[in-house]
């Protein structure tokens, strides 16, 4: 039990060195770009795996490759960057004792959701823009967003490899939470079941909300 606790403080230890508010903005930058891509490849390439055929078609030369590419690296890591470091940010602020971890919990939610859905909605208007994408039609590009995201959270997409790229830097906001709301350190596995608990709200928050926009577009025709 000790061996787990002290574990969990060096970890915390390391994030609050490496990921504070106070860093240089560029040391920050890098230090979030790492994470985040810790967090995107590995899910990029299991969805890549879990897709018979893929890997050999985007391998195979040609155009494929060059989309998928230009997808993940627009698209996909703004989307993963700016997730983690609001989810960072606040972990900063809840270790700093200015909000409660409760307030901290909620609001890490809604940031995920709403920073989600916003910059999946920026990203594919700025593509219909710059590149063509959805017949080049901004409009439709938005239309899209919705059941877009509803298939993210069954890893459906790449959109759903984007979404769980992003658990790896909310378990540590979790771990703090779970532990300031106990008032002693809790040890990495509570920490984790908070934060998949956390995830799983998370995506289902994403999912309605999509159902929802998508259901309004409809009835407006």
Do not use: C, K
């Not at 890098?30 to 391998?59: D, E, F, I, K, T």
């Not at 959270?153 to 909310?170: E, K, Q």
């Amino acid at each position: 039990m000790r061996r787990a606790a002290d574990i969990e403080t060096a970890i915390l230890q390391a994030l609050d060195r490496h990921f504070a508010p106070g860093l240089p903005a560029g040391r920050f930058a890098r230090n979030l770009l790492l994470l985040s891509l810790a967090g995107l490849l590995p899910a990029v390439a299991l969805y890549v795996a879990l897709n018979p055929g893929m890997a050999a078609h985007l391998l195979a030369g040609g155009a494929a490759g060059g989309r998928f590419l230009r997808q993940v690296l627009t698209n996909g890591l703004p989307v993963v960057f700016a997730v983690n470091a609001a989810s960072l940010l606040l972990y900063a602020r809840l270790r700093s004792g200015r909000s409660g971890p409760g307030r901290i919990v909620a609001l890490d939610l809604l940031a995920r959701v709403g920073l989600f859905l916003a910059l999946h909605a920026l990203v594919f208007a700025g593509s219909a823009l710059a590149f063509g994408s959805f017949g080049g039609d901004p409009v439709q590009a938005l239309r899209v967003v919705a059941p877009t995201l509803m298939q993210a959270a069954a890893f459906g997409n790449l959109s759903g490899a984007y979404l769980y790229a992003t658990v790896i830097a909310a378990l540590p906001l979790h771990v703090a939470a779970l532990a300031g709301w106990l008032g002693r350190p809790v040890g990495l596995g509570a920490g984790l079941a908070l934060g998949l608990l956390a995830f799983a709200l998370q995506a289902a928050a994403l999912t309605a909300l999509a159902a929802l926009i998508r259901l309004l577009q409809g009835a407006a025709g």
